[in-house]
């Protein structure tokens, strides 16, 4: 009982990872907290899905479909769908209807399904068509510059283009990195230091809330199947 996970960066600055997975004879998964919205294509016993996702908030478990195969585009922080508001997708999503193994629908339009090695060539039509857009203002908070406008008004835009606030951005991504070093064998003291947790209990408090694990069970591999690649094959 497995998922099989490989997730690569993109070089695209609307995308942050491409990820494939399939699954084999896993009926449920632990679900992880993420901040980024996405589209997921899948194809289970010869029919095709696809899907937007959206961020998620918390840890829960997630039914998976037996035996399918799982192609993912995750978009950078602070991209949006024109047609479908961030904030209405967070721990949720929408199943895309009409979809074939060839095209989907999405914003009135059909659309070639990407594999893993054209997915950053889909995201640029739908870019150049306006169907995914994005604001700047964000993108220049995240990266560490200060706006000419109030706190209030970034903040307010920061959620309605992310569906969350920036504090929760923040402690989502670090209980996200604190599960992948653990898994990769850092010690939890460790792993408080770097990532600026108060102590363990503070640690094992984030991980409970937004992974579902624990850190032993993140070293040692065990709770069963979870919605992370944490065997580190995070290709450029």
Request: aromatic share 6%; hydrophobic share 40%; net charge neutral.
């Given at each position: ?92 999503g929408v199943e895309l209807p009409d ?138």
């Amino acid at each position: 009982m497995e998922l099989r996970f490989e997730t690569r960066r993109s070089d695209s600055p609307w995308v942050d990872t491409v990820w494939t997975c399939t699954s084999e004879q896993v009926a449920a998964m632990t679900s992880v907290a993420a901040v980024r919205w996405g589209l997921v294509f899948w194809e289970q016993g010869g029919r095709a899905y696809a899907g937007i996702t959206g961020p998620e908030t918390r840890t829960g478990t997630a039914p998976v479909p037996e035996g399918a195969t799982f192609t993912g585009i995750e978009f950078a922080v602070g991209t949006s769908l024109r047609a479908v508001p961030t904030p209405a997708l967070v721990d949720g999503g929408v199943e895309l209807p009409d979809t074939t193994r060839r095209t989907f629908r999405l914003d009135g339009a059909r659309w070639e399904t990407p594999g893993p090695d054209d997915a950053e060539a889909l995201v640029e039509r739908l870019v150049r068509a306006g169907i995914v857009v994005r604001d700047p203002l964000v993108a220049e908070v995240l990266r560490g510059h200060r706006p000419a406008v109030s706190g209030r008004t970034v903040e307010r835009r920061f959620r309605a283009a992310t569906g969350l606030t920036r504090g929760a951005v923040r402690q989502i991504e670090r209980a996200r990195t604190a599960a992948e070093l653990l898994a990769a064998g850092h010690p939890a003291a460790d792993v408080v230091a770097k990532l600026d947790y108060f102590d363990e209990p503070h640690l094992a408090r984030a991980l409970r809330s937004y992974v579902g694990r624990t850190a032993r069970q993140l070293r040692e591999g065990t709770g069963g199947a979870i919605a992370l690649d944490l065997d580190q094959r995070l290709t450029s």
